[in-house]
């Protein structure tokens, strides 16, 4: 025992050493030798510290945090984490190159193209096509700026029109703004009053923090209309609104570029729909290049890219209006 340590607990104390002296005896018997502090642990310990490092430059660069950072992977699934990350791929033959013709198509003002070709998934077949058909659609929107009368109209009373329109708009929704935001809130306190322990339970959720479209709908079932008379979401949010929630009316923005199977979550909730947009020139992507020769009816493959006003239209013309 060193000079000066203070034992708490002889007996503890003692019990543990015979514990340990045990076990030392039984490492020796299998070494058949005197255990020993192994050599080289401070070269182990340096190239730990500097792998721990490695990973989490890795961990920077890749994005990964918390669970998913390297560091905390177990040992055989780091090493296959590492020789994928190692090995070759054919992405970075031609890097360099790929990054000098982007930068040059930028500079000529062809990146959104770029960017449509990309997400489109365009086969290099069709580029061409699309480059001849996106040059004939610059050419003619040149112009058509450039001499406006070539659209047959009187443009001058077609902008007057616009202007008056624009101003008429803007004075009804100024008018009616207060009107909607005073009858909203009259609701608003009826509702409190006639549903006290709904207010009072959705009182309570919205203290503990974020609540849930699901959660309102559950809490404060006869309040939600009132309090949430009008939704907004993206076509991919829809399915976040419980499935309780119906509306008298959808509006669909630039329907013309949302296929029907994007637009069937809210669609199948409403009564009535009201499509805005334009199908010719708002139409889902396709590509321009038509097939080399005619495919027979019985091979052709189901299309799925059909935009929402005409299809809408097509499975009830009564439910349905469109508006350019």
Known sequence: MRPGVHVPDMYESLVRIQRQRTEWERYAEAALSAP??????????????????????????????????????????????????????????NLIERATLRAELARMGLEPLLV???????????????????????????VLRSDRALL?????????????????????VAASGPLLAARLATQWRIGIVDHADEAAALKRAL??????????????????????????????????????????????ADAGALSLAEAAPALRRARQVVAFGDPVTQGP???????????PATSRPRTTSRSTPPACSRA??????SRP
């Open 36 to 93: 020993g502090v192994p050599v080289g642990l401070g070269d182990v310990w340096a190239l730990w510290q500097r792998t721990q490092a490695g990973l989490e430059e890795l961990d920077a660069v890749l994005g990964r945090t918390d669970a998913a950072r390297l560091s905390t992977l177990p040992a055989p699934g780091l090493v296959r984490s590492l020789a994928g990350l190692a090995a070759d791929s054919e992405y970075f033959d």
């Open 116 to 142: 449509e070709l990309s997400v489109r998934h365009v086969p290099e077949d069709r580029v061409r096509a699309e480059l001849e058909y996106a040059w004939w659609q610059s050419a003619l929107e040149h």
């Open 152 to 172: 047959g109209a009187n443009t001058a009373v077609v902008d007057r029109l616009e202007r008056d329109f624009r101003l008429v708009d803007e004075a009804h």
């Open 207 to 252: 203290k503990l923090g974020d609540v849930t479209a699901d959660q309102v709908t559950r809490i404060a079932p006869e309040l939600t209309d009132t309090l949430v008379p009008a939704w907004i979401a993206s076509p991919y949010d829809i399915p976040l609104i419980p499935d309780t929630v119906r509306f008298d009316v959808v509006l669909v």
């Open 285 to 295: 992507p396709r590509s321009a290049s038509p097939p080399a020769a005619p495919v």
């Open 316 to 321: 009830s013309p009564s439910w349905c209006r």
